[in-house]
């Protein structure tokens, strides 16, 4: 027996606890994996996305337009830009538990001292990092064919960064309690993408009876949308900061919502 | 007391403390008592194994060390952490290798285990370590393979590296050989006692008594949630293994005998004798018998059978 030996670099006690750098490697791993995958994780939306403008600005630019002096193509940009951001922030975090959680390999990471804060931060700057990257991949594209103005440039970033961040906790949410692919699938499905498309990506919710427009103030997605296009053409259907005001406090009850499961180990730790 | 208190404490960290200290541990799961009162200490630098049969909670109690499950009751510490209030530590000290072949797809082996040393704070200083798990598994040439493109033996393999990427100085081993070929396991327990002689803890489970015994200083037999032996290797085969007969015969096994017989096919039998001194009776049972003994070997019991007569005779009897 070997006691009191001293193993050459082994760990030894308390000496990287508190050290971020296991959260950023994870980070770096969550990046790395959706990059591999990028035709499918980035080329993918943005087609996606770009053909959607293509089809409803030749139908609609004509007969519709929301905003006075600008063109339904140019409503409809950061609309589809905040659209594909929220899904595929979603999709990073969500696609990423489940599949690790399936295939078993999320033992790796729930082996590691890493604590459940830099757990949360690192997939959660993944999807935020993927959600901005799509979101600015349609922008660069969209400017070549339509000319979009940026009259506060300030509430575009906070929308983009606080909306990806809200759909990258939610995909964590997500992602924790689905235990099978097609649980996942249900809740994108029946969630997510009617969430999206109710949300004013196509239209201004003045344009919808009075019932709907209640209706779509109780979704978050349409205070995201909103403040993320006054950004844009600064003219909205609220007012930015009651939709700062709503997407922060979503935020906040969702992010607490992840901690708490990831605290206590939710159908992560038995 | 006095005196032993101070003089332990004089003596140092690495002694005082066990690698592995777990005290009255339960696991429940519903209805079901997974782990019914454990207690169990492990000491650093050991090489212990952990037997018994399918669902006896080897298992279980590994995860509770590794932290993936949580204790119903009782502690469970990792060189002095505890795996619960003090988990950062606790799973800084250890490297688990999982029995399931799981893997991730998006990599390939050298940059998972950088990616795994990583997740435990270690950055480019470590990379030569890694290196070295990988050139010492026989990984080299798959270095740069992705998961998905690995054998079951290489990934199984990978699986191992992983589990030491960090260096830690306890490693778990669950199930390591599982479904694994010679030249895998040669390798494999070659790095692994290398490791122990360097002052690594090694805790193994496995189906394999042989490798249990040539390898572990100590075992612990599990049945049924409960800890049924716990002593040195060499302590169990002597109280409690015995020795084994083996003699060929022209004819049957006189009836007498028959409460001895471990196993007998072809004229063959082998007796189990928990005393030397039943050689003697043996034979003259034959001789009553008027038998002939065409052969007759008599050899030290093995590690399986202190397990068949601990765990494996009455495994349905709860």
């Given at each position: 027996?070997?006691?009191?030996?001293?193993?050459?670099?082994?760990?030894?006690?308390?000496?990287?606890?508190?050290?971020?750098?296991?959260?950023?490697?994870?980070?770096?791993?969550?990046?790395?994996?959706?990059?591999?995958?990028?035709?499918?994780?980035?080329?993918?939306?943005?087609?996606?996305?770009?053909?959607?403008?293509?089809?409803?600005?030749?139908?609609?630019?004509?007969?519709?337009?929301?905003?006075?002096?600008?063109?339904?193509?140019?409503?409809?940009?950061?609309?589809?830009?905040?659209?594909?951001?929220?899904?595929?922030?979603?999709?990073?975090?969500?696609?990423?538990?489940?599949?690790?959680?399936?295939?078993?390999?999320?033992?790796?990471?729930?082996?590691?001292?890493?604590?459940?804060?830099?757990?949360?931060?690192?997939?959660?700057?993944?999807?935020?990092?993927?959600?901005?990257?799509?979101?600015?991949?349609?922008?660069?594209?969209?400017?070549?064919?339509?000319?979009?103005?940026?009259?506060?440039?300030?509430?575009?970033?906070?929308?983009?960064?606080?909306?990806?961040?809200?759909?990258?906790?939610?995909?964590?949410?997500?992602?924790?309690?689905?235990?099978?692919?097609?649980?996942?699938?249900?809740?994108?499905?029946?969630?997510?993408?009617?969430?999206?498309?109710?949300?004013?990506?196509?239209?201004?919710?003045?344009?919808?009876?009075?019932?709907?427009?209640?209706?779509?103030?109780?979704?978050?997605?349409?205070?995201?949308?909103?403040?993320?296009?006054?950004?844009?053409?600064?003219?909205?259907?609220?007012?930015?900061?009651?939709?700062?005001?709503?997407?922060?406090?979503?935020?906040?009850?969702?992010?607490?919502?992840?901690?708490?499961?990831?605290?206590?180990?939710?159908?992560?730790?038995? | 007391?006095?005196?032993?208190?101070?003089?332990?404490?004089?003596?140092?960290?690495?002694?005082?403390?066990?690698?592995?200290?777990?005290?009255?541990?339960?696991?429940?799961?519903?209805?079901?008592?997974?782990?019914?009162?454990?207690?169990?200490?492990?000491?650093?630098?050991?090489?212990?194994?952990?037997?018994?049969?399918?669902?006896?909670?080897?298992?279980?109690?590994?995860?509770?060390?590794?932290?993936?499950?949580?204790?119903?009751?009782?502690?469970?510490?990792?060189?002095?952490?505890?795996?619960?209030?003090?988990?950062?530590?606790?799973?800084?000290?250890?490297?688990?290798?999982?029995?399931?072949?799981?893997?991730?797809?998006?990599?390939?082996?050298?940059?998972?285990?950088?990616?795994?040393?990583?997740?435990f704070g270690r950055g480019k200083e470590n990379d030569a370590w890694v290196d070295e798990v990988i050139e010492s598994l026989g990984l080299t040439d798959k270095a740069h393979t992705n998961m998905r493109k690995l054998s079951g033996g290489m990934k199984r393999r990978a699986l191992i590296a992983?589990?030491?990427?960090?260096?830690?100085?306890?490693?778990?081993?669950?199930?390591?050989?599982?479904?694994?070929?010679?030249?895998?396991?040669?390798?494999?327990?070659?790095?692994?006692?290398?490791?122990?002689?360097?002052?690594?803890?090694?805790i193994l489970t496995t189906h394999y008594l042989e490798e249990a015994e040539t390898l572990c200083e100590r075992v612990a037999m599990m049945k049924q949630g409960e800890i049924v032996a716990l002593d040195t290797t060499a302590n169990l085969l002597n109280k409690l293994a015995g020795k084994n007969?083996?003699?060929?015969?022209?004819?049957?096994?006189?009836?007498?005998?028959?409460?001895?017989?471990?196993?007998?096919?072809?004229?063959?039998?082998?007796?189990?004798?928990?005393?030397?001194?039943?050689?003697?009776?043996?034979?003259?049972?034959l001789r009553k018998a008027k038998l002939n003994v065409e052969d007759m070997q008599l050899f030290e019991a093995d590690l399986e059978d202190v397990f068949m007569s601990l765990v494996g005779g009455n495994m349905d009897s709860k």
């Amino acid at each position: 027996m070997n006691l009191n030996k001293q193993i050459d670099g082994a760990f030894t006690g308390r000496m990287d606890i508190g050290s971020w750098r296991g959260a950023y490697t994870l980070f770096k791993k969550e990046i790395l994996r959706f990059w591999r995958v990028a035709f499918q994780t980035i080329a993918s939306p943005v087609l996606t996305a770009l053909l959607y403008l293509l089809i409803f600005s030749h139908v609609l630019e004509s007969h519709v337009q929301v905003y006075k002096g600008v063109p339904y193509t140019a409503f409809l940009i950061p609309g589809l830009i905040m659209m594909s951001l929220l899904q595929n922030a979603f999709a990073n975090s969500s696609s990423s538990l489940v599949q690790s959680k399936v295939m078993g390999s999320i033992i790796f990471i729930l082996l590691t001292p890493l604590t459940y804060l830099q757990f949360f931060c690192a997939f959660l700057a993944a999807a935020i990092v993927r959600g901005l990257m799509v979101g600015l991949a349609i922008y660069l594209m969209a400017i070549w064919f339509v000319d979009l103005p940026i009259v506060y440039p300030l509430w575009i970033v906070v929308f983009a960064l606080l909306g990806s961040a809200l759909l990258g906790t939610f995909g964590i949410i997500a992602g924790i309690w689905a235990d099978k692919f097609d649980q996942m699938a249900a809740f994108q499905n029946f969630v997510i993408m009617p969430l999206t498309f109710l949300s004013g990506v196509f239209y201004s919710i003045h344009s919808l009876p009075p019932v709907w427009q209640t209706i779509s103030k109780f979704n978050p997605f349409f205070y995201m949308i909103d403040g993320f296009r006054y950004g844009f053409f600064g003219k909205g259907d609220i007012s930015p900061w009651i939709s700062l005001s709503v997407v922060a406090a979503f935020l906040y009850g969702l992010a607490w919502l992840a901690l708490k499961m990831l605290k206590s180990g939710y159908k992560l730790r038995g | 007391m006095g005196f032993r208190f101070y003089n332990t404490k004089l003596v140092g960290h690495a002694v005082t403390i066990p690698a592995i200290h777990i005290e009255q541990v339960h696991k429940r799961f519903g209805s079901l008592e997974a782990l019914n009162g454990i207690n169990l200490t492990i000491n650093q630098g050991e090489f212990f194994g952990l037997l018994g049969p399918n669902g006896a909670g080897k298992s279980t109690l590994i995860n509770i060390m590794a932290g993936l499950l949580k204790p119903t009751q009782g502690k469970v510490s990792v060189m002095g952490h505890d795996v619960v209030h003090d988990y950062q530590a606790a799973r800084l000290n250890l490297g688990v290798v999982p029995q399931e072949l799981v893997f991730d797809p998006f990599f390939n082996v050298r940059e998972m285990l950088r990616f795994q040393a990583g997740y435990f704070g270690r950055g480019k200083e470590n990379d030569a370590w890694v290196d070295e798990v990988i050139e010492s598994l026989g990984l080299t040439d798959k270095a740069h393979t992705n998961m998905r493109k690995l054998s079951g033996g290489m990934k199984r393999r990978a699986l191992i590296a992983q589990a030491l990427a960090h260096k830690p100085p306890v490693i778990v081993l669950d199930e390591p050989t599982a479904g694994v070929d010679v030249e895998l396991r040669q390798i494999m327990w070659g790095f692994i006692k290398k490791l122990n002689a360097e002052g690594h803890t090694i805790i193994l489970t496995t189906h394999y008594l042989e490798e249990a015994e040539t390898l572990c200083e100590r075992v612990a037999m599990m049945k049924q949630g409960e800890i049924v032996a716990l002593d040195t290797t060499a302590n169990l085969l002597n109280k409690l293994a015995g020795k084994n007969l083996r003699l060929k015969l022209n004819a049957a096994l006189p009836t007498s005998l028959l409460p001895l017989l471990k196993n007998g096919e072809n004229g063959i039998y082998t007796l189990a004798l928990s005393e030397l001194n039943q050689v003697e009776f043996v034979m003259s049972e034959l001789r009553k018998a008027k038998l002939n003994v065409e052969d007759m070997q008599l050899f030290e019991a093995d590690l399986e059978d202190v397990f068949m007569s601990l765990v494996g005779g009455n495994m349905d009897s709860k």
